[in-house]
């Protein structure tokens, strides 16, 4: 079975029954391809929501195709959770045959709490994830490193220094990955295990790009300030005034991050190697800091071309 989509497409063969009535608590037969592919069979989907309307659309369209003798492939799908298809009308219950389909079903070893809510265009990679390495029976916290291993590729215990952690956040931010929030506080709860990170906001940088950003951002100046001479840029990080916990100084030039800078970038350039760049930021800095307290206006815009370079910098 390639794809999660044909444990329920092998159900519906056209031409078998007149009526078929879904339990589908988990909207999976409202996912585009699966839908698509079930009107291409020649099955028209519709659903159970308000009994009245049910019911003129269900006697006005169908029910009078029937007693002229036509035929149609007709799915009623009751979505609504905690309720069984026995709560539908009695003469659909005797009319039509009765599935059932949810994820748990689909994804028998992992926590179904937890799939629940991830969305359905998650499911191909974790289907194919579950099929390839059969996990055992997971619990929560199991199903939710699971998913992000095989969905995401972030492998929490495997990053333990501030490099892999800033890598990973750049992927993750640069990239628009949207990881379902539960997963995220998964994600900060195992960082937090690891000694490294005790000082770090990871309540703040991790769920939030723009945080996160700003993290890198303020943290610039204390690099370039210890990349060249501490007499040319400040008096060190204390002037500052950083908003954010966590160390003072990054790895902005580490072969590692430079890596992941330049991996998720449009263009190919190695900007981590430059030195024009480097001192590019560097003379921005220290015109900034000079003129900061003296002229409002001129402060405002060094620190608008810093803040540019800086994006240019991380983004390009």
């Not at 640069?174 to 906001?201: C, N, T």
């Not at 005034?241 to 790895?251: C, K, Q, S, V, W």
Request: hydrophobic share 40%; net charge neutral.
């Amino acid at each position: 079975m390639s794809s999660w989509r044909d444990a329920i497409l092998n159900e519906f063969v056209p031409k078998v029954s007149k009526l078929t009535l879904v339990a589908d608590p988990d909207s999976l037969l409202a996912e585009e391809q699966l839908a698509l592919e079930l009107r291409r069979r020649g099955f028209e989907l519709i659903e159970f929501k308000d009994s009245v309307e049910f019911r003129y659309v269900y006697e006005s369209k169908y029910r009078s195709l029937w007693d002229r003798g036509e035929y149609t492939d007709l799915v009623v799908i009751l979505r609504l959770q905690d309720t069984k298809l026995t709560s539908l009308p009695y003469d659909l219950l005797q009319a039509g045959r009765k599935l059932s389909f949810n994820l748990g079903k689909l994804f028998p070893n992992l926590s179904y709490p937890v799939v629940q809510k991830l969305d359905l265009n998650l499911l191909d990679s974790l289907f194919d994830a579950q099929r390839r390495l059969s996990p055992d029976r997971l619990g929560d916290n199991a199903t939710k490193d699971f998913i992000l291993s095989q969905a995401f590729d972030i492998v929490a215990e495997q990053i333990n220094n501030e490099v892999g952690l800033l890598s990973t956040l750049l992927r993750m931010h640069y990239g628009k990955i949207q990881v379902p929030h539960e997963l995220v506080d998964r994600l900060v709860q195992v960082l937090r295990q690891q000694d490294a990170f005790h000082s770090w906001p990871l309540d703040e940088i991790v769920p939030d790009d723009k945080a996160f950003f700003a993290f890198l951002q303020e943290r610039w100046p204390v690099f370039l300030n210890r990349l060249g001479k501490a007499e040319q840029i400040g008096e060190g990080s204390r002037e500052y005034r950083l908003r954010y916990g966590g160390p003072d100084l990054l790895p902005f030039d580490h072969q590692n991050f430079c890596h992941s800078t330049t991996k998720i970038s449009r263009y190919t350039s190695t900007i981590c190697s430059s030195k024009e760049y480097l001192f590019l930021f560097k003379w921005l800095t220290l015109m900034w800091m000079r003129v900061r307290g003296f002229d409002t206006g001129l402060s405002k815009l060094m620190r608008m071309m810093t803040r540019y370079v800086l994006a240019v910098y991380l983004n390009s």
